[in-house]
């Protein structure tokens, strides 16, 4: 199946700065992609929505100007959490949609990346 | 808006079935899944089924859905210790777009 990369996996920064997490799509080209955050023992929320070469939409509570999404490319995200606090430690997901892909299962998920702001 | 929900916690013996089930509230939902998660990982999509389906099997994955009361289950057959996971059931809202995750059930499986 597809496969999208999450880089780094883990990253520990201090409070005060800003990280910078990549998602890209390998072997498809991703029109759309959504960056999710899971707290621990919970479900997934869904931060916001990028379209390639546009704004990201962003979810209602979500900071924009604290969570910097960049969709730069067809097969390639980022998301800058700027000036990190200990309150945005969290696991970080990204998913890819595959628009060649059917209705099913066409949205393919990072392994995920863990943040921890000391 | 749409809403997902589920049991957050299972515990079966090795052989046992397992059932976790889920209930939805967009009834435009199109597609339901079925995702697994395992520690420290991103998700892996189990299994799907479509709106107008009642069933779907997939070797030892049984998907039922009742429409009707929006109700989705998902039965694994001889359960492993390598079952041992969180399952997410997920529908895809009326945005189209958008995927909406339950909170996850934790499946333990005792040897």
């Known amino acids: 199946g597809a496969v999208v990369s999450q880089h780094p996996s883990r990253v520990i920064c201090k409070s005060g700065t800003s990280v910078k997490i990549e998602c890209r799509s390998l072997?498809?080209?991703?029109?759309?992609m959504f960056w999710y955050r899971q707290f621990p023992k919970q479900s997934l929320m869904l931060m916001a929505t990028?379209?390639?070469?546009?704004?990201?939409?962003?979810e209602q509570g979500v900071e924009k100007d604290k969570f910097l999404i960049n969709h730069a490319s067809l097969t390639l995200s980022t998301l800058t959490v700027a000036s990190a606090h200990p309150e945005d430690s969290s696991f970080y997901i990204c998913?890819?949609?595959?628009?060649?892909?059917?209705?099913?299962?066409?949205?393919?998920f990072g392994p995920g990346t863990r943040l921890t702001v000391t | 808006g749409e809403d997902v929900e589920q049991s957050l916690f299972l515990s079966v013996r090795e052989g046992d079935s397992s059932v976790i089930n889920c209930t939805y509230t967009?009834?435009?939902?199109?597609?339901l899944y079925w995702y697994k998660q395992e520690p420290g990982a991103g998700l892996q999509l189990l299994t799907y089924?479509?709106?107008?389906?009642d069933m779907k099997q997939d070797q030892r994955l049984t998907v039922l859905l009742n429409k009707k009361d929006k109700h989705l289950s998902l039965r694994i057959a001889d359960t492993q210790t390598g079952d041992s996971a969180i399952y997410f059931c997920?529908?895809?809202?009326?945005?189209?777009?958008?995927?909406?995750f339950g909170a996850g059930t934790r499946l333990f499986v005792k040897a």
């Open positions: 998913s890819a949609r595959d628009p060649q892909a059917g209705g099913v299962g066409e949205q393919y």
């Open positions: 072997d498809f080209q991703a029109t759309t």
């Open positions: 990028s379209n390639e070469g546009s704004k990201a939409t962003y």
């Open positions: 967009d009834s435009s939902s199109t597609y």
């Open positions: 089924i479509f709106s107008n389906m």
């Open positions: 997920a529908e895809k809202g009326t945005g189209g777009f958008k995927t909406i």
